[in-house]
């Protein structure tokens, strides 16, 4: 149920950072932000009370790839992101996304990596700050300092994407 939560509250984040409403970018911000953080919440009320299930096991990392590709292409129609940096971390989550769901089809494991979490939260970060930073002092430079940790994101999304395919494809076929 928190997943589904956290998928429904995306359309909420994209028409709240689209529309001209007067501070828009903090409930934007707040809306993603408690996306994210149940994430987190979602994976401990699972394994704590053994809810795990492979449809969570898709939709789990699915309403984090809907997030971050809604928060992209947001910040891209608000020119607030370069569409390369958002095609290539899109690109690269579609792809992820079949290859995960082609192991779970043929069930074999296929969780996230300390690797891919990491990559997830560096996105998270860098998009939270992108939403807000000019609302805050130093806008300024808390906006080079987002695009940094955006690129930061884009490296962690490539190679993490690229570590993905190298271990699952050297794994035995059935």
């Known amino acids: 149920m928190i997943t589904i939560v956290r998928i429904i509250m995306v359309p909420f984040f994209l028409v709240i950072l689209l529309t001209e409403m007067q501070n828009k970018e903090f409930f934007a911000f707040a809306i993603f932000v408690i996306a994210a953080v149940t994430d987190s919440i979602d994976g401990y009320v699972a394994r704590k009370y053994n809810q795990v299930s492979d449809l969570g096991k898709f939709l789990d990392p699915m309403a984090d790839k809907l997030l971050v590709a809604a928060a992209l292409i947001a910040l891209v129609y608000l020119q607030e992101v370069e569409t390369w940096v958002a095609a290539i971390i899109i690109l690269r989550e579609i792809f992820i996304s079949a290859f995960r769901f082609y192991f779970l089809v043929n069930s074999a494991s296929f969780s996230a990596s300390i690797l891919a979490k ?57």
């Open 118 to 174: 990491m990559k997830t939260t560096v996105q998270i970060v860098a998009l939270a700050l992108l939403i807000i930073y000019r609302k805050l002092p130093f806008a300024e430079q808390l906006g080079q300092l987002a695009t940094v940790i955006l690129y930061v994101a884009v490296f962690l999304t490539v190679y993490s994407g690229a570590a993905y395919v190298i271990h699952f494809s050297r794994q035995p076929k059935k």
